[in-house]
């Protein structure tokens, strides 16, 4: 309960009671750890993306939502590189966004993967100048990505030295919101049919 894992996610936890008494239980903040059970049952080459809800302790407002779905990617195999990665993801932004989308990487930090990046397109609705959409960046982050770090690969037993891979991870509601325009991810969870048969 106090691993210091833990200190940089919004745990949500829920108190039930069992026979034995009062007990509580952690509702997961990621869907990372399929990742790590998918190595732990698999032998390379291994391809997997794992949908799932997630959940964190937030304030809710029209970009942020206590509960949401997150999908996570894992490809490893020998001699995955980190230009596989950006390929990859690369093609994915131009099949949901466009062929005409610019996309950046950046450093930024995630457990489990080494060098860690930020994957961010350029904003459709200025097409990068800047605007209120965009921050005026001209950028929209969509997703978190990175090379597995080898100790998670020695973890699951698999030798370091010859495969590599690399993970990333998204939301499925902010997508659709920028895809389509949405201004509030509330909308989602209104249970308005209306709304969700538009798409």
Same mark, same amino acid.
């Given at each position: 309960r106090d691993h210091p894992a833990r200190d940089m996610w919004n745990t949500l936890w829920v108190d039930y009671q069992e026979p034995e008494g009062q007990r509580q239980m952690l509702l997961r903040t990621h869907t990372s750890p399929m990742q790590a059970r998918v190595m732990e049952q698999t032998r390379p080459p291994v391809r997997v993306v794992v949908p799932g809800r997630c959940y964190r302790y937030e304030a809710t407002d +029209? &970009?942020?939502? /206590? #509960? @949401? &779905? #997150?999908?996570? *990617?894992?490809?490893?195999?020998d001699g995955i590189t980190f230009a596989d990665m950006k390929g990859t993801l690369y093609e994915f932004a131009r099949r949901v966004f466009g062929p005409e989308r610019k996309v950046r990487f950046r450093c930024d930090y995630f457990p489990f993967v080494e060098p860690? +990046?930020?994957?961010?397109?350029?904003? @459709? $609705?200025? #097409?990068?100048?800047?605007? !209120?959409?965009? !921050?005026?960046? *001209? /950028?929209?982050?969509?997703?978190? $990505?990175?090379?597995?770090?080898?100790? =998670?690969?020695?973890? =699951? *037993?698999?030798?370091?030295?010859?495969? &590599?891979?690399?993970? @990333?991870?998204? *939301?499925?509601? !902010?997508?659709?919101?920028?895809?389509?325009?949405?201004?509030?991810?509330?909308?989602?969870? $209104?249970?308005?049919?209306?709304?969700l048969r538009q798409f």
């Amino acid at each position: 309960r106090d691993h210091p894992a833990r200190d940089m996610w919004n745990t949500l936890w829920v108190d039930y009671q069992e026979p034995e008494g009062q007990r509580q239980m952690l509702l997961r903040t990621h869907t990372s750890p399929m990742q790590a059970r998918v190595m732990e049952q698999t032998r390379p080459p291994v391809r997997v993306v794992v949908p799932g809800r997630c959940y964190r302790y937030e304030a809710t407002d +029209a &970009t942020h939502e /206590w #509960q @949401f &779905t #997150q999908v996570e *990617g894992l490809a490893v195999d020998d001699g995955i590189t980190f230009a596989d990665m950006k390929g990859t993801l690369y093609e994915f932004a131009r099949r949901v966004f466009g062929p005409e989308r610019k996309v950046r990487f950046r450093c930024d930090y995630f457990p489990f993967v080494e060098p860690g +990046a930020e994957m961010a397109i350029d904003c @459709f $609705a200025c #097409q990068g100048k800047g605007c !209120r959409v965009c !921050r005026e960046s *001209g /950028w929209i982050e969509i997703l978190g $990505a990175g090379m597995v770090h080898p100790r =998670v690969l020695e973890g =699951v *037993g698999y030798d370091s030295s010859k495969y &590599t891979g690399f993970a @990333f991870g998204l *939301g499925a509601e !902010r997508i659709a919101m920028l895809k389509y325009g949405i201004e509030d991810v509330r909308l989602f969870y $209104a249970n308005d049919l209306r709304f969700l048969r538009q798409f």
